[in-house]
């Protein structure tokens, strides 16, 4: 069974860092590219990051650019997201995601709470 | 970049009744590889993540009550409630996986009438 599961949220300042972990079983991980998406509580999802399978190449969305960092593990089967600069509005639930295995999956999330 | 426009941002449906959601995307996401539209709904209640419902657009997932379906291809699909039941009071969104960024529409409401 296709699992992931988030860990590392939790309350940060503004301006603080916050590094979030994904750990996947189930599938050969180190063949699909792997993405992070977060949702404002009550609000519509937004994809955050993309890496390609062996880590090589990365993508993020304009509002977390240089602030963000994606990286992966594909000894320890693990996706992270490092993410520096933190902003209020940067307070949301993150799940990581893997497309087409044959359908999406994803984890339950982690939230991430930026507030003073 | 590729804008998912879901319609409409409510639906209220009697119990029993066929429940049904757009979603347009900006330009087609036909996959070349497999000749399959790379398109997903998911079911969203209150403190839950996403839960797949369809992928490949019409391929329903393991688990997924037939009474929902999806169709489309190129850039106009649809998801259907063939009978609405009280467990299926939810957001639900349509998304994109044929290129990045990811992209998804803002959400459908289904309630009941």
């Known amino acids: 069974e296709v699992q992931l599961v988030e860990s590392g949220g939790g309350l940060v300042q503004p301006g603080g860092s916050l590094r979030l972990s994904c750990a996947a079983s189930?599938?050969?991980?180190?063949?699909?590219?792997m993405h992070w998406v977060r949702q404002v509580p009550g609000k519509g999802l937004m994809w955050v990051s993309r890496?390609?399978?062996?880590?090589?190449?990365?993508t993020y969305a304009d509002s977390v650019k240089g602030r963000f960092t994606i990286s992966r593990d594909n000894a320890k089967n693990t996706l992270y997201l490092q993410m520096n600069s933190l902003r209020v509005e940067d307070t949301a639930v993150y799940y990581c995601?893997?497309?087409?295995?044959?359908?999406?999956?994803w984890g339950p999330g982690t939230l991430v709470t930026v507030s003073s | 970049d590729i804008v998912m426009t879901q319609s409409p941002d409510s639906l209220s449906v009697s119990l029993g009744e066929r429940a049904t959601i757009n979603c347009k995307s900006s330009?087609?996401?036909?996959?070349?590889?497999?000749?399959?539209?790379?398109l997903a709904w998911y079911q969203q209640k209150p403190g839950q993540p996403p839960k797949v419902l369809m992928y490949?657009?019409?391929t329903r997932e393991s688990g997924v009550p037939d009474r929902f379906s999806g169709s489309g291809s190129g850039t106009d699909f649809t998801l259907t409630i063939s009978s609405l039941q009280a467990e299926d009071v939810a957001v639900y969104y349509c998304?994109?996986?044929?290129?990045?960024?990811?992209?998804f529409g803002g959400g459908t409401k289904v309630e009941i009438k």
């Open positions: 189930g599938f050969s991980f180190s063949n699909y590219y």
């Open positions: 490949w657009a019409s």
């Open positions: 998304q994109q996986y044929y290129t990045t960024p990811l992209s």
């Open positions: 890496i390609n399978s062996d880590g090589s190449g990365t």
């Open positions: 330009q087609s996401v036909l996959s070349s590889s497999n000749n399959q539209n790379a």
């Open positions: 995601a893997a497309m087409a295995i044959p359908g999406p999956r």
